[in-house]
């Protein structure tokens, strides 16, 4: 059985996210899409534009043929967790034969040489990143001057973008697991992935939730029909990282309260000692940007400390991460979408699948201590996601298990 697979955060689903499935189908000659797709928060520690199912439908409506969730460990993760995750389920599905993404450069040549490296981890390039993380830089930042300093200054425009560290991210897992799926890299045909105006028929998630936001036209930027599934969305405030701010509080103020040596704030995932003490100084009454400013430092980006403020709120530790890694990262995948005309393809892959696959939410029990921490999460994640929806919308989004698959 041979399928397609995107990872993606369809944040919202958009022109450019279905112009690479049209174009995936085009060049494998496959039918079946299956969207791997972040849950209620995204890789950037804030919740996504509308829930989990919402987008699900979109994306199916915007040519997917299934949509299943990444669990919240991963896709709220650095981009090794992310892509690690993401690449050992679906490998595990033993249906995929290819994995298509977007980068903004087409450069296969740099991705095989960095991903050789990062997969590997060769002695010039382990030396070099240990002396430029005791200088004080973060993992990311200096891994990447270790990355120049043995390809070449040249080739630091191309491996600093954020697509392109994806792309690189997903090369490396595909070589770390000894996947036999094949990579297919797609040149994004946006302005970039951080960029904030429209463009054309083209344009980012970024922009287009700017758009949102300030209320504008965006109908010219996202399939008819997948805006036909937002359009309960575009006339209520976004939901936003802002809408943390009284769980990250309450965190914090309930860890004051503690004496340090019992405190869990410490074991939570990527925190580091810097950051902990940061944490506990933080001024209060503050507000979630408020938070952000003062936390971040040159060596610790305000992405990062977006995603610590989530996973504390969360609970996900580091020992969550250690657990997905030495236990083979998951044992269940959950369903979200699935086009009907596509059921046959879902009863197979069912089949051939190392992964049980959540169809009925409230039947589900994991087997396994790795499944049942890993559902805890993405039930946890979702309470938290609808209580957040709650408070600012009075809109009541149903429970993980009282939810359905979604289908068209």
């Not at 000659?29 to 849950?39: E, F, N, P, Q, R």
């Not at 439908?57 to 299943?68: D, P």
């Not at 559902?375 to 009282?402: G, H, V």
């Amino acid at each position: 059985m041979s399928n397609i697979a995107i990872i993606a955060e369809y944040n919202p689903f958009h022109n450019g996210h279905k112009f690479l499935i049209d174009t995936a189908r085009e060049r494998t000659g496959l039918d079946t899409v299956i969207a791997l797709m972040s849950g209620n928060f995204v890789q950037r520690g804030v919740p996504a534009m509308a829930d989990k199912y919402t987008r699900a439908e979109a994306a199916l409506a915007g040519g997917a043929s299934m949509v299943f969730e990444l669990p919240v460990l991963f896709a709220t993760g650095s981009a090794r967790d992310f892509a690690f995750g993401a690449i050992n389920i679906l490998d595990k599905m033993n249906s995929v034969e290819y994995l298509v993404f977007g980068a903004e450069d087409e450069r296969m040549d740099i991705f095989d040489r960095v991903s050789d490296i990062l997969a590997f981890e060769p002695e010039e390039y382990t030396t070099l990143l240990n002396d430029f993380l005791s200088k004080g830089l973060s993992y990311p930042a200096a891994s990447e001057k270790a990355l120049v300093k043995i390809l070449g200054d040249d080739k630091s425009p191309v491996i600093s973008k954020p697509n392109n560290i994806l792309a690189m991210s997903y090369l490396t897992a595909i070589k770390r697991f000894k996947s036999q799926i094949k990579p297919i890299i797609i040149k994004r045909n946006d302005p970039g992935y951080h960029s904030t105006e429209l463009n054309q028929a083209f344009s980012s998630a970024t922009a287009i939730r700017k758009a949102m936001e300030e209320n504008q036209d965006i109908k010219d930027f996202v399939p008819h029909k997948c805006m036909e599934i937002y359009n309960h969305y575009l006339d209520k405030e976004l939901p936003d990282g802002q809408w943390l701010t009284p769980f990250i509080a309450s965190r914090l103020i309930y860890d004051r309260n503690l004496d340090p040596k019992i405190s869990a704030l410490a074991m939570t995932l990527d925190m580091n000692q810097e950051l902990l003490n940061r944490i506990r100084k933080a001024p209060l009454p503050a507000k979630y940007v408020e938070l952000l400013d003062y936390m971040k430092t040159r060596n610790i980006t305000q992405t990062r400390v977006s995603r610590v403020l989530l996973h504390m709120v969360l609970g996900i530790t580091n020992g969550d991460r250690e657990l997905a890694y030495n236990n083979g990262f998951s044992d269940y995948i959950n369903l979200l979408g699935l086009n009907k005309k596509y059921s046959q393809q879902l009863k197979e892959l069912t089949m051939l699948s190392k992964l049980s696959i959540i169809n009925k939410k409230s039947e589900f029990k994991p087997e396994t201590e790795l499944g049942e921490r890993l559902w805890q999460l993405d039930i946890l994640s979702t309470d938290l996601y609808n209580q957040m929806i709650y408070e600012n919308t009075n809109i009541r989004l149903k429970r993980e298990k009282a939810n359905s698959v979604r289908t068209i």
